[in-house]
């Protein structure tokens, strides 16, 4: 019984390894994001300054439950920049997690795209794009900016 605990416990705690920025610091602002047929993203402008540092940017959305998706993915680069300069970047993958395509899943993620520091107030430009050709589709995409957040150790 304590070994079966004992499982429980180190299961929960690596599914939330890599969340620190979808729960730690504080929500400075969520917006809707705007996306084209292929799936990219429209760029965004934020207003960040240092005292935000370290910064979570998050994508939440849904995925469709359809069968043609079930089991599928995107995959994207987020990329921050500051007059033309990169102040940070990083690839994720959004997945529809299908069980099988007659009983295809979907529903809502919340997902890390980067971590930031800021190295001075302005107005940073975020772009999302595909890495890859569109997969699945993602309803209701928004941005959350979390501040003061713990990212993930290196």
Known sequence: ?????????VAVMLSLLGCEGLFT????????LTQSEDGTFAAVKLTLNPDMNPIALNLHGETLAHPDESERWNSYRAS????????????????????RPDQPNGG???????????????????????????AITIQSPMLEIRRNTQPQPR
């Open 1 to 9: 019984m304590r070994t079966l605990l004992r499982l429980i416990v």
């Open 80 to 99: 921050l920049t500051l007059n033309g300069s990169t102040v940070a970047g990083g690839t994720f993958v959004i997945n529809n997690p299908g069980t």
């Open 25 to 32: 610091g504080s929500r400075d602002s969520k917006q809707p």
């Open 108 to 134: 809502p993620f919340r997902q890390t795209m980067l971590f930031a520091a800021v190295p001075q107030a302005g107005e940073y430009e975020l772009t999302i794009t595909l890495t890859e050709p569109k």
